[in-house]
């Protein structure tokens, strides 16, 4: 059987009016005309607002509007409980009306609102008894109901807007087949697909199936953990056949609670892909560095035995050398590891003293907060270190066998951005001072006295050799380096 829907709606005691997406009035019913006062012809092919003015910012422009633009921006059925919208009456007056209005879309072929069909009821009379209205509250619930849903539109509103805008990629996937129920800007760039709304993820997004991301979201589901991807390696296919894209994202899969059970899974996270291959090539260049440092290093280790090879009496100055290359390699190994930002002041006393002392060095304490040092910091104290282990060695508490050296640091009580660090040798052969400074102690004092807010001071003492060194290590330097 084919029904005349128009027929039936022209014969309908219920007015009804059709208007297209931007408001221009296209059709109407005979009860329309007669609760609105209007002829066919005063209003069709004119916009809503033209047949039926109102000011702009009023309640009653504002309010229509609104549920208008909301229908087709949303392609879903908009109502509004209550309205004041005072008509022109056939003598020129204004006559107060107050409406109740249902707007329905009504979609084309393709999906989008072609037309607003728009079905509204005189309520009027009913708002004017009063006292039915003092009794029942019937339109001040309204009032307030509709007022509620006002403000949790504008509020859902608001957040899809910036769901939408977020710079890091976002979607939410509902069901156990992972189905997409919203996706940002940022995801459809990342993915390289536009409709995903809808469609189940191994559909949309075949590649990641091999990939093992289905069975991590189901794992989510099932256990209701979160999961979190740290600079994981990801390909997406943006054409079939064409070579894959690869990123490093960050990223969680989130589970989404209801009724106890999980009903979505909520993904968010950002591409960090530059981030991890400028980290790539900075090691890169990092190993490039210390492989030509240490060709370096081995040229002048080189030169030095060849120039000291015929000088008589040249042997441990020679040795000398070469061991303060080594230690010198040490520090820049140090730093290599550390990607030449800030290394640990612990594993620079350790590195430092242990292959100078050898199988002496379990009789050197090492005792200190956690501080981390400069790259410029590092090779001076390196350097320091070296010198008083050798000289601890030759004449100090390492060359007999009961000797020990303390070594500890800690911030100066007046300024805590100062470091203080004591060498103390206890137990060894008793000091005799000299009376003139070495190229070991000169090394010492010089060295750091390079390096800003440093110093070092040697202090001859019969019961052993005291260094004290002080560092200008900023508390805040510190701190960056151990978030780092």
């Known amino acids: 059987m084919n029904l005349d829907f128009e027929s039936l709606f022209s014969l309908s005691p219920n ?29 069709i092919g004119r916009r809503m607002f033209d047949a039926f003015p109102s000011d702009p910012g009023s309640d009653s422009f504002e309010l229509l509007s609104a549920s208008l633009k909301r229908v087709v921006e949303t392609a879903e059925i908009d109502e509004i409980a209550l309205i004041r919208y005072d008509i022109a009456s056939p003598d020129g007056s204004m006559e107060q009306r107050y409406w109740s209005a249902t707007h329905t879309p009504l979609l084309d072929s393709a999906g989008e609102v072609d037309a607003i069909l728009q079905h ?134 989130q589970p989404i609670f209801e009724n106890g059970d999980v009903s979505a899974i909520f993904v968010q996270g950002q591409d960090m892909t530059e981030v991890v291959e400028a980290a790539r090539h900075q090691d890169l260049l990092i190993n490039e560095l210390n492989h030509r440092v240490k060709n370096t290093l081995a040229i002048v280790q080189s030169l030095a035995s060849q120039s000291f090879r015929n000088v008589e009496m040249a042997g441990s100055a020679r040795q000398s050398f070469e061991e303060r290359l080594r230690a010198l390699a040490g520090a820049h190994n140090l730093l290599t590891d550390a990607s030449w930002r800030m290394t640990s002041l612990a594993e620079v006393v350790r590195e430092a003293t242990a292959p100078a002392a050898g199988a002496d060095a379990c009789r050197i304490e090492a005792s200190g907060p956690d501080i981390s040092l400069s790259p410029r910091l590092t090779v001076a104290l390196t350097m320091a270190l070296h010198e008083l282990t050798t000289n601890a060695m030759k004449y100090g508490a390492l060359s007999n066998e009961t000797g020990c050296i303390r070594i500890a640091w800690f911030r100066e009580a007046e300024d805590s951005d100062y470091l203080a660090l004591d060498w103390q040798e206890l137990g060894g052969p008793p000091v005799k001072p000299s009376g003139r400074k070495g190229f070991g102690s000169r090394l010492i004092e010089r060295g750091l006295a390079a390096e800003y807010g440093s110093k070092a001071e040697l202090d001859f003492r019969e019961e052993g050799l005291h260094c004290r060194i002080g560092l200008y290590v900023p508390e805040c330097v510190a701190a960056l380096a151990g978030q780092a």
């Open 15 to 43: 007015p009804y009016v059709v208007m297209d997406r931007n408001e221009t009035i296209v059709w109407m019913n005979d009860a329309y005309l007669r609760a609105t006062m209007r002829t066919r012809e005063s209003i």
């Open 120 to 253: 509204t009821v005189d309520v009027t009379e009913l708002h004017r008894l009063r006292s039915l209205r003092d009794e029942s509250g019937l339109f001040r619930r309204a009032d307030a109901v509709q007022h509620r849903n006002l403000d949790l539109q504008a509020q859902r509103a608001r957040l899809t807007r910036m769901f939408e805008q977020a710079p890091g990629f976002m979607a939410v996937l509902v069901g156990p087949d992972h189905e997409f129920a919203m996706v940002n800007e940022a995801y459809t760039q990342l993915v390289g697909r536009e409709q995903l709304i809808g469609r189940k993820l191994a559909e949309a997004l075949p590649e990641i199936v091999s990939q093992g991301f289905i069975e991590i979201l189901d794992e989510v589901r099932r256990s209701g953990q979160p999961y979190n991807g740290r600079s994981q390696e990801v390909y997406f296919e943006i054409e079939p056949g064409a070579p894959r894209d690869r990123h490093f994202l960050d990223f969680i899969y």
